[in-house]
């Protein structure tokens, strides 16, 4: 089940991309709901993260970027959880986003930017990638993050293709970023593709492809009315063999994130059949 804030249809400025995307996802037959009580719409973010056997992980939510803007902090612990109940939620205090987490296929593997060490300074870099492991129940790659990024989330600079394939950013930065996450992903074994992008204002997305919401039915691909949009939904038609859906996020992407920003989703379990 794929949730988003609630505030996607109670905010005005964010109606017009919202009903588009809602409309993209009925086209699909893809069920969702919205989420009551979040300050902000950016769920991927404090919401807990799911591992490879089931269990959610809470990480305290205390972006260093959030630190004057209290009133749009969302606490999953105190503001969600006693009315959303997960079974096998464990609590954490690294101070995590979950933007900052990109899991491969498996979720054996997950990228996070070094963002994680500024947020976490009083814990040794040893010490925290092991205890990320042992929480995420996966191998920790760490990547550089983009310094100009408020967030410098990963799910804006890397997303999996397949387990041993990731897509990344085709427009490199001045400081060569994108060529130092593709060595580091290298190796790491795993392949690093473009993906088409191009440069906005800062702090927006507009122009990341990349930050896409999958379903196991379809791709869900953020668009912009911009000319690069046809090379994005064609290089993305010919990378994935489920369909390309386009969904033109303006709106929201101009506020600095996309479909996996202000998405996230909760393992359910379907009924038997009888008979």
């Known amino acids: 089940m794929i949730y988003f804030s609630s505030l996607l249809l109670s905010t005005p400025a964010y109606v017009p991309a919202a009903r588009r995307l809602f409309d993209a996802l009925d086209s699909q037959n893809i069920e969702y709901r919205l989420l009551d009580g979040a300050k902000d719409i950016w769920l991927r973010d404090f919401m807990p993260v799911r591992t490879k056997s089931g269990k959610y992980v809470s990480f305290r939510y205390e972006p260093s970027y959030l630190a004057g803007a209290p009133e749009i902090r969302t606490d999953f612990r105190s503001e969600i959880a006693t009315h959303f109940p997960l079974e096998r939620l464990v609590y954490s205090d690294i101070n995590l986003d979950g933007g ?7 979720r054996e593997i997950a990228v996070i930017s070094d963002r994680v060490f500024s947020e976490n300074p009083n814990v040794s870099r040893f010490a925290l990638v092991g205890e990320l492991e042992s929480l995420l129940e996966a191998r920790v790659i760490l990547i550089p993050s983009l310094a100009s990024d408020m967030t410098g989330h990963a799910d804006g600079m890397v997303r999996f293709l397949d ?19 593709a060595r580091t992903l290298k190796s790491n074994g795993i392949d690093a593709l473009d993906f088409p992008y191009f ?33 994005a939904v064609k290089r993305a038609t010919e990378l994935f063999s489920k369909p390309v859906v386009p969904v033109v996020l303006n709106e929201i992407a101009k506020e600095g994130g996309c479909l996996n920003c202000i998405s996230w989703e909760r393992e359910v379990q379907m009924p038997s059949r009888i008979g």
Do not use: R
Not at 100 to 106: C, G, L, M, R, T
Not at 163 to 178: A, R, V, W
């Open 100 to 106: 900052n987490i990109v899991f491969s296929p498996s």
């Open 199 to 231: 440069s906005s204002p800062k702090d927006s997305a507009v122009g990341c492809y990349l930050n896409f919401l999958e379903t196991e039915k379809a791709i869900f691909l953020p668009v912009f009315g911009a000319p690069e949009d046809e090379s």
């Open 163 to 181: 387990e041993h394939t990731t897509l990344g950013n085709g427009t490199p930065y001045k400081n060569g970023l994108e060529q130092k996450i």
